[in-house]
C-alpha cells in the first residue's frame, strides 16, 4: 500500500545527541507444539511488512537540517530484514538467557553501511531459526525514532498482525511537535546531566581500554530484601528500582577506584509520559519521552555514606522530573546546539521492567528473554538497562548487564558480594539481639 512521501521533524527530545546510536535488543523464544508447520520467519516478514504501512516513517531515512534539527524522509525505502538458521538449540545459548549473548554479532548481522544515524535504515531485524523449533528475532533501532516504550508499542503491533490482527490495537500517532522548544526557548531549570566536566581523573581514557568485559547481575526476592535491610526506614518504601540503582552507584564507584574528590553522576532515566499535562502525550504516540535527572556528588561522600545516602539523591533528582522540566530540556536542546550529556564520572540507568518486553506474542508466546542484549552502547559505557529476567532455578527478579574494565569488573562483584553480606550480618545480629 502506497504511504505518504514527506519530511516529518522529530522532537527536540528526540534528537538530542544522546540518542544518535542504535539499540540492540533480542527476543528468545522457544518451540510452540501449536505453531508446527508455521515458519516464524514468513510469519514475522510478513507482519512487519503489513505494520510498517501503519508506521511508515520506519520505512524512511533521517537527514539534517540547520541547527542540527533532524527529520524524517519518508522515502519508503524500507526496513532491513535478515533470515537465518543456526544448527544449535536455544538451550545451547547457555542456562541463562541474559546479556552478553553468544555470537550475538551472528543472531543480529551487521549489514556494512547501515549502522549509520543519518541516510541509512532505521531499523534491521532478523529472525533466525533454531534446530529445536525455537527463534530469536534480534533488531537494531535508531533511538532518535522511539524510546523502549515506543519500541514496545511497535513490535507489539507487528507481534498482534502476526496473530492474525488488521490492524495494531494502538494505532501509531506521530505528533512530535509536542515536544518541541518554545518560542523563544527559555532554560528555566537546573540540567546538571548536561554540565560540563573536566576529566580530572582520567575516566574515559580509563573506560576506552581495550579490556572491556560484560556481565549480568541478578536481584531476586532475596537480594532485594537484603538490600532493603540498609536503609533507614524513612526510606523503607523507595522502590526496587531506586534500591539496585543505589547499589550499582557504589559498587561501580568503588570498583573504578576513582579520585575521592572527583564528581559522579547517577542518571536514572525518567518517563515523562505520566508528567506532561499541557498538552498530554495522546496514546499511540511513539517518540522519546523521557529525561535523565542527575544525582551528583563526589566520590568520597558516595562511598564513606550508608546505601540510604545514594537512594535519597536518586529519589530527589527523580523527583524533580515535571512538565517544566521536560519543557527546559527541549529547550536547552534548541539552546546549545543538542548537546551529549556529561560523559565523565557518569553512569545512566534505565528501567525496562514496565515496558512489557517479554510479554511480546508472535504467535508463539511470551518470549524467554525480551530485553537490550548489551549494555556497551553508543560507544560509551555508562550506561545499563534493569530488565525482569528468570534466573537458571527459574526464580523471578531482575537483572542488569554493565561493561567494565577486567579488573574493575573483578572488584565490582566483590564489592557487591560485601554489600549483600553487609546486609546478611546484620540482619543476623538483629535476630540474635531480638531474642
Not at 523464544?29 to 508447520?37: A, Y
Request: include cysteine; aromatic fraction near 10%.
Amino acid at each position: 500500500m502506497p504511504t505518504p512521501h514527506e519530511l516529518k521533524l522529530l522532537s527536540d527530545i528526540d534528537d538530542q545527541e544522546g540518542f544518535r546510536f542504535q539499540l540492540p535488543s533480542i527476543f528468545v523464544n522457544r518451540h510452540n507444539p501449536s505453531m508446527e508447520g508455521k515458519d516464524p520467519v514468513k510469519v514475522i516478514r510478513d507482519a512487519l511488512s503489513r505494520t510498517l504501512v501503519f508506521y511508515y516513517p520506519f520505512a524512511g531515512r533521517l537527514r539534517e537540517g540547520h541547527g542540527r534539527k533532524l527529520m524524517v524522509d519518508c522515502t519508503a525505502e524500507g526496513v532491513l530484514f535478515i533470515e537465518a538458521d543456526a544448527d544449535v538449540a536455544i538451550d545451547q545459548l547457555g542456562d541463562s538467557l541474559q546479556p552478553p549473548f553468544p555470537c550475538f554479532e551472528e543472531l543480529l548481522y551487521n549489514v556494512q553501511g547501515s549502522d549509520g544515524i543519518l541516510n541509512c535504515p532505521l531499523l534491521l531485524i532478523q529472525v533466525t531459526r533454531f534446530k529445536c523449533g525455537g527463534f530469536t528475532l534480534a533488531s537494531r533501532l535508531n533511538h532518535t525514532m522511539t524510546d523502549g516504550y515506543g519500541f514496545v508499542q511497535f513490535i507489539t503491533a507487528v507481534a498482534e498482525i502476526a496473530r492474525g490482527a488488521h490492524q495494531p490495537s494502538i494505532l501509531p500517532v506521530w505528533a512530535r511537535d509536542l515536544l518541541s522548544a518554545r518560542d523563544p526557548p527559555r532554560i528555566t531549570c537546573n540540567h546538571r546531566e548536561y554540565e560540563e566536566a573536566i576529566d580530572t581523573s582520567h575516566t574515559t581514557t580509563y573506560m576506552n581500554k581495550k579490556d572491556m568485559v560484560q556481565r549480568s547481575f541478578f536481584f531476586g526476592p532475596t537480594e532485594i530484601a537484603s538490600l532493603r535491610r540498609l536503609v533507614p526506614p524513612h526510606l523503607g518504601h523507595c522502590t526496587r528500582f531506586e534500591l539496585i540503582t543505589a547499589c550499582l552507584w557504589c559498587c561501580r564507584t568503588k570498583a573504578l577506584q576513582l579520585a575521592p574528590e572527583h564528581e559522579v553522576r547517577m542518571m536514572c532515566i525518567v518517563n515523562a509520559r505520566d508528567r506532561l499535562n499541557n498538552p498530554k502525550i495522546p496514546i499511540g504516540y511513539y517518540g522519546n519521552v523521557f529525561v535523565y535527572p542527575a544525582a551528583v556528588t563526589t566520590v568520597k561522600k558516595l562511598c564513606e555514606n550508608p546505601l540510604g545516602y545514594s537512594v535519597e539523591l536518586i529519589k530527589k533528582a527523580k523527583a524533580e522530573v515535571t512538565e517544566e522540566y521536560v519543557r527546559s530540556v527541549a529547550d536547552l536542546m534548541v539552546t546549545k546546539g543538542r548537546p551529549l550529556f556529561t560523559t565523565v564520572g557518569s553512569c545512566i540507568v534505565s528501567n525496562l521492567t514496565r515496558a512489557g518486553l517479554r510479554e511480546v506474542d508472535y504467535g508463539w508466546g511470551n518470549a524467554l528473554y525480551g530485553g537490550v542484549s548489551e549494555s556497551g552502547v553508543a560507544d560509551f559505557f555508562g550506561v545499563t538497562f534493569i530488565m525482569d529476567c528468570e534466573n537458571a532455578k527459574g526464580e523471578e527478579g531482575v537483572m542488569f548487564p554493565i561493561f567494565l574494565p577486567d579488573n574493575a569488573m573483578k572488584r565490582f562483584e566483590k564489592e557487591l558480594g560485601d554489600v549483600l553480606c553487609k546486609s546478611d550480618d546484620a540482619y543476623r545480629t538483629s535476630i540474635r539481639s531480638s531474642l
